[in-house]
């Protein structure tokens, strides 16, 4: 059971770059959701989705744009990317355990600079 | 908009108790959880702690919940080396319980 993976591990751009960040979860999640960990700032949350189909915005979403054609797959697409979306990256999945209880499953993380 | 708000860093001696506290603004939330995150990994659910409740213990661990004062601390008894890592509190995000706020993370140093 692989939970959520995650690819690249990591990746060094150039300002004006695009690239996607790869999520996969093989737990058949209905939630999944995009978070960038800065220093001293924690995780701020960037974009979710609640189902296939279906995505709104986070905290920060701006440079940012998902997807979520399937319920396995979330990508996380940069499309000029700026020397402040340095970062790491997590993607985290999960599903309603009921009475609105939302544990989140995280992958390894994505370590982006762009130079 | 709704905040989480948590203290940097915490230092302990090994066998002492920790405690991580944790403040939030959004008055409509149900559950709240610790996550631990340790070096170059992701993060992990330690707990979760209903709103209803006001205590949670599960073996070391003891969440304390004060909804009045929106303070949630999490206590560690026995504090051991394998228990320096980082951690987070979380809640939900503009009341959406399927999306969660998190705290800039305390990171707890046990030394011997």
């Known amino acids: 059971n692989a939970g959520v993976t995650q690819t690249p591990k990591f990746q060094v751009l150039k300002t004006g770059q695009s690239m996607t960040l790869q999520c996969a979860q093989d737990?058949?999640?209905?939630?999944m959701s995009w978070y960038r960990q800065d220093p001293g700032m924690g995780l701020r949350l960037i974009h979710y989705?609640?189902?296939?189909?279906?995505?709104d915005q986070g905290e920060v979403p701006n440079g940012y744009n998902v997807s979520r054609s399937t319920t396995e797959d979330f990508p996380l697409r940069l499309l000029s990317a700026a020397p402040s979306q340095t970062s790491v990256y997590f993607c985290?999945?999960?599903?309603?355990?009921?009475?609105?209880?939302?544990?989140?499953?995280f992958g390894a993380g994505s370590r982006l600079t762009v130079l | 908009g709704e905040d989480v708000e948590q203290s940097l860093f915490l230092s302990v001696r090994e066998g002492d108790s920790s405690v991580i506290n944790c403040t939030y603004t959004d008055s409509s939330s149900t559950y709240l959880y610790w996550y631990k995150q340790e070096p170059g990994a992701g993060l992990q659910l330690l707990t979760y702690i209903f709103s209803n409740m006001d205590m949670k213990q599960d073996q070391r661990l003891t969440v304390l919940l004060n909804k009045k004062d929106k303070h949630l601390s999490l206590r560690i008894a026995d504090t051991q080396t394998g228990d320096s890592a980082i951690y987070f509190c979380?809640?939900?995000?503009?009341?959406?319980?399927?999306?969660?706020?998190f705290g800039a993370g305390t990171r707890l140093a046990v030394h011997p």
């Open positions: 989705s609640v189902g296939a189909g279906i995505t």
């Open positions: 979380a809640g939900p995000f503009s009341g959406g319980y399927n999306k969660l706020i």
């Open positions: 985290a999945s999960s599903y309603s355990q009921g009475k609105g209880a939302n544990v989140l499953t």
């Open positions: 737990m058949n999640h209905e939630y």
